[in-house]
């Protein structure tokens, strides 16, 4: 029985195939298109944790806080005493604090803080407190420090030095968390490659609170990404 004899490539034609062409090869896969191969990674989320500090003291590149709307005969505690003379012509005289999520910087910062800059998130009124409004105050100190381009923010609710106890302190801040979280993660998501400076937010409370805050930070963080499935990818895990 003859059998044939098998046909040599020649050296070109064993480039050719390497090229999905000659010698019997199979079609090369297509490779992935430049631009989706130098595609830098999503910004990893920023690290929440509960800290036994206060915003007169805490160094950070922002330290934020949030002050309700002026009352007459209001009593106030430290620090929320110190953080009202900051703004006091605005609270009295211009009327801020009303507009609940109004944003302000205080310029020049204060030379009694230790925080680079100071960053304001009004409350609205007294009556109008609720876990809805921190989560949307969350919302809003992630909105400004992101746009802000900071590496690092503490924040202070001090609603409780405003005589204001109508709201568990650990149920404040899981509900602030899961909206500073859930904001940062809807700004990636819209845009997966621009980088993100925040690495680090520190959420401020008394001795007494931190043990449960600090539970509470990771409930928040939690919640925040049970409504937003889709972005446990640049997820960094947190302390428990």
């Known amino acids: 029985m003859a059998f044939a004899t098998p046909r040599r490539c020649s050296p070109l034609l064993v480039v050719l195939a390497l090229l999905g062409a000659g010698c019997g090869a199979a079609a090369a896969t297509p490779a992935k298109s430049a631009s989706a191969a130098a595609s830098p990674p999503a910004s990893s989320e920023p690290v929440f944790e509960a800290e036994a500090v206060g915003p007169l003291t805490k160094v950070t590149a922002l330290q934020v806080v949030s002050v309700f709307s002026y009352e007459p005969g209001e009593q106030l505690l430290t620090p929320a005493t110190e953080i009202a003379s900051f703004v006091a012509d605005a609270r009295m005289n211009q009327s801020y604090g009303k507009e609940a999520l109004r944003p302000l910087l205080v310029t020049p910062t204060p030379a ?19 876990l809805t409004r921190a989560k949307a105050v969350g919302h809003s100190v992630m ?23 109508s709201i568990a302190a650990d149920e404040v801040a899981a509900a602030f968390v899961e909206g500073a979280l859930a904001e940062f993660l809807e700004e990636r998501a819209a845009d997966p490659a621009k980088p993100f400076a925040l690495k680090h937010v520190a959420y401020e409370a008394g001795p007494a609170f931190v043990q449960a805050v600090s539970k509470a930070t990771s409930r928040g963080v939690d919640a925040a990404h049970a409504g937003h499935p889709d972005a446990e990818g640049g997820r960094i895990p947190q302390e428990h």
Do not use: H, N
């Open 112 to 130: 009694t803080l230790k925080a680079a800059q100071l960053l304001v998130i009004a409350w609205g009124p007294r009556s109008e407190f609720s």
């Open 143 to 165: 909105r400004e420090a992101l746009r802000m381009g900071v590496a690092d923010l503490a924040y202070a609710p001090i609603a409780r030095d405003q005589g204001v106890t």
